[in-house]
């Protein structure tokens, strides 16, 4: 059974940065495809970032250049830097693992429990 636990999240002015963190337990952390969703009051959840097993990198289009995704393996931690942050960007954070490459439209098997993340104007 894998867990994921997400930390980080927290209150920040517009133009502010924040780290967030996903430390996973259980499974084989290195094989998995790590991604990060959001989901804001009354809005569906949406894909965020995702990481690859072998590093490689996709990103939605209002986040590429603002966050940036990377992963430990030796600490099976996935962390999501977020410069930038815009009051839109307010929303619950999740961290999610899933097998194989793909990273979007697909189904992630496992989920952490969220980290909220809100961005004052």
């Known amino acids: 059974q894998v867990m994921l636990v997400e930390s980080g999240g927290g209150l920040v002015q517009t133009g502010g940065s924040l780290r967030l963190s996903c430390v996973a337990s259980?499974?084989?952390?290195?094989?998995?495809?790590m991604g990060w969703f959001r989901q804001a009051p009354g809005k569906e959840r949406e894909f965020v970032a995702a990481?690859?097993?072998?590093?490689?990198?996709s990103y939605a289009d209002s986040e590429k250049g603002r966050f940036t995704i990377s992963r430990d393996n030796a600490k099976k931690t996935v962390s999501l830097q977020m410069n930038i942050l815009k009051p839109e960007d307010t929303a619950v954070y999740y961290c999610?693992?899933?097998?194989?490459?793909?990273?979007?439209?697909?189904?992630?098997?496992?989920w952490g429990q969220g980290t909220q993340v809100t961005v004052s104007s």
């Open positions: 999610a693992a899933r097998s194989g490459a793909r990273t979007t439209g697909v189904t992630y098997d496992h």
């Open positions: 990481i690859r097993r072998d590093g490689s990198t």
């Open positions: 259980g499974g084989t952390f290195s094989s998995y495809t």
